[in-house]
Structures are given as C-alpha cells and as structure tokens.
C-alpha cells in the first residue's frame, strides 16, 4: 500500500510540474519587458535605418534601468541605447534570455527558426522615468 501511495504522489508532483511549467512559459511570454541577456533587434531614430540587433541589459542602480547594448559587424558593443532612444523593440523567441543557449554571433541578422515578439514600449518607458541613472 505504501508503494502504491509513493507512486501515486510521484503522479501527482509530475502533473503539477507540468501544469506549473505550462503556466510560467504563458505568464513570460506575454510579459512585457523581456529577460536581461534576451536578443532584441531595435528601430531608433538616430541610427541607420532598419533593425539593429543587441542584447537586453540592465544598469546596476536600485531602480530598473534598462538598456539595449547593439553590437558592430566585429562583434563588439557599438552602442548603448537607453530606452527613450528607442522607437521599436522586438526581441527573439529563439534566444529570449531564458535559456543558456547563445546565438554564436550575436550580429548576424537572422538564425534559422527565429522569430520575433514585438516589445510593448510602454511599460520599457514607465520604468524609465523612475531610473535613478539617467
């Protein structure tokens, strides 16, 4: 009987996590701002047109102060975009900064079965207007 109890629970601890886990996938999706470390390709009114691709970051001060980090052709950081510089954010569901997997060049235009999210600016820009470091 006590065998049959532990499998039962086995049971019932596996559903939970795969309700649980079916729920956090939903919940961030649709969750405004993106992961830090998330590839995001961004339209800004300063630059060349088009897309520019980067990287989601966040500043190291007490309010949430992000910030898109848009790498050159040699791989490096070219620029780093504050958020009010920013017209358009999209950010990709292949390399959403959840998992460990990184794209191997981080300035390449497209990976085979990407797709974009487009980022919803609005809460990008509440949180901007309380970030200290600006």
Excluded: K
């Excluded at 309010?63 to 980090?69: D, K």
């Excluded at 358009?88 to 997997?101: E, H």
């Amino acid at each position: 009987m006590a065998r049959r109890g532990s499998r039962l629970a086995l049971v019932a601890l596996i559903l939970l996590g795969i309700t649980a886990g079916g729920l956090a996938a939903r919940t961030q999706a649709d969750e405004p701002i993106p992961d830090i470390g998330a590839r995001v390709r961004v339209r800004v009114s300063g630059l060349w047109p088009g897309w520019h691709m980067g990287m989601f970051n966040q500043l190291r001060v007490p309010a949430a102060c992000y910030r898109v980090l848009v790498f050159g052709p040699t791989r490096t950081v070219e620029r780093m975009l504050s958020i009010r510089e920013i017209e358009r954010m999209q950010v990709s569901r292949l390399y959403d900064g959840r998992a460990r997997v990184e794209p191997a060049e981080p300035d390449e235009w497209t990976y085979a079965g990407e797709t974009w999210r487009e980022v919803p600016m609005a809460p990008l820009r509440e949180a901007e207007q309380r970030c200290s470091g600006t």
